[in-house]
């Protein structure tokens, strides 16, 4: 079987780097929590986010901590025989310049310095990431994709890509008959291995 898994908002709590960092940055409590940008987290202009991701977004990606059991629920899926696919979308990181080739090498770096280790890697653009990962899942094979952002979740299901949407603040009024919410990395392995391992007839 293969699982294709997002970076940010599922590897990672985005949620709370853009609710800590943009707090210390505007000097002021979300406006709107539930939103998915610093922009519309805090309503500020795209300026103003942009400002602050030149200050801080590196360092979200070169030091922000995995999510619990990640690294070891990823090692478990890997060693049960499932094939893994990182599909994500950053800032930068399809762009054919210094600043892309930046991008992509943090992020190889972040992985490698946590010990995560996917099949493939797949880089999507941010201005045509529903496509992307979709076109990505339907190349790959991938029959699950563990995800974050809400357009996304909604555009694979709808192309029937089966989505296990982590839960975060941004993502609660996501409601569609083939995706479901998880809360925890152990929760996503307990419901593949249960919903699933026939397939490889793993031992429990």
Known sequence: ?????????????????MYSYGEKYFKYKPVNPEGCTITDIFACTEKDEFRFGMKYFFYYCKNWSPRENAVDVISKLKADGYSLYQIT???????????????????????????FTFDEVHYCAESTVCEDKLNACKRLGVEIMIEDTPDVAVYLAENHINVLLFDAPYNRNINFYNIKRVYSWKEIYEYILSTYSYSFNIQK
């Open 1 to 17: 079987m293969k699982i294709g898994i997002d970076c940010d908002g599922v590897l990672t709590d985005l949620a709370s780097y």
């Open 89 to 115: 979308a950053r800032k930068f990181i399809t762009k054919n310049n210094p600043l892309g080739w930046y991008s992509k090498w943090i992020h190889r770096a972040w992985m490698k310095k946590h010990e």
